[in-house]
């Protein structure tokens, strides 16, 4: 049988009463993916643009790169974290989709690449995509490890 979370509770249910419970979890995890993404995206943008002018930098976008290691380093640490932690579904969806979602930039990722091609800065454009591309994953897979390690008593 199927079961869906409740969203009064954050308990796994049946489908008995699977349209109250259905849409009431629906609505109250868009509204905390929504909360979420609002705070991730304006913590992007204070921390990105901090980034290009505490490093000056006018053309290589070095503040969304920040960000999305940053933000690809804290998903893979908290993927971990709440793979067995008591943090509800409805919590996990709000910080993962919601915050981290607002915070992490692939689409400006991808504006700020093209934008460095149509101004015929190639070296620039290259070095964004291998470096956002090989930081990200190192990000999250330092995420993964910091959180293994903290799980085994060594960090």
Same mark, same amino acid.
């Given at each position: 049988?199927?079961?869906?979370?409740?969203?009064?509770?954050?308990?796994?249910?049946?489908? =008995?009463?699977? +349209?109250?419970?259905?849409?009431?979890?629906?609505?109250?995890?868009?509204?905390?993916?929504?909360?979420?993404?609002?705070?991730?995206?304006?913590?992007?943008?204070?921390?990105?643009?901090?980034?290009?002018?505490? /490093?000056?930098?006018?053309? /290589?976008?070095? +503040?969304?790169?920040?960000?999305?290691?940053?933000?690809?380093?804290?998903?893979?640490?908290?993927?971990?974290?709440?793979?067995?932690?008591?943090?509800? =579904?409805?919590?996990?969806?709000?910080?993962?989709?919601?915050?981290?979602?607002?915070?992490?930039?692939?689409?400006?990722?991808?504006?700020?690449?093209?934008?460095?091609?149509?101004?015929?800065?190639?070296?620039?454009?290259?070095?964004?995509?291998?470096?956002?591309?090989?930081?990200?994953?190192?990000?999250?897979?330092?995420? /993964?490890?910091?959180?293994? +390690?903290?799980?085994?008593?060594?960090?």
């Amino acid at each position: 049988m199927m079961q869906i979370l409740d969203s009064q509770t954050g308990q796994k249910q049946s489908r =008995h009463d699977e +349209g109250k419970i259905v849409l009431g979890s629906l609505l109250i995890q868009t509204g905390w993916v929504g909360l979420g993404g609002a705070v991730g995206s304006m913590l992007r943008f204070a921390l990105a643009a901090g980034a290009e002018r505490l /490093f000056g930098a006018e053309k /290589f976008p070095i +503040g969304t790169i920040l960000v999305n290691v940053l933000g690809s380093m804290a998903i893979g640490y908290l993927t971990v974290r709440f793979e067995e932690s008591a943090v509800s =579904h409805v919590y996990r969806v709000a910080i993962l989709v919601g915050l981290l979602g607002g915070f992490t930039t692939f689409s400006s990722f991808s504006l700020n690449t093209i934008q460095l091609i149509f101004e015929r800065e190639y070296t620039l454009a290259i070095v964004n995509v291998v470096g956002s591309v090989l930081l990200c994953l190192a990000g999250c897979w330092l995420g /993964f490890r910091i959180a293994r +390690g903290l799980e085994a008593g060594f960090v």
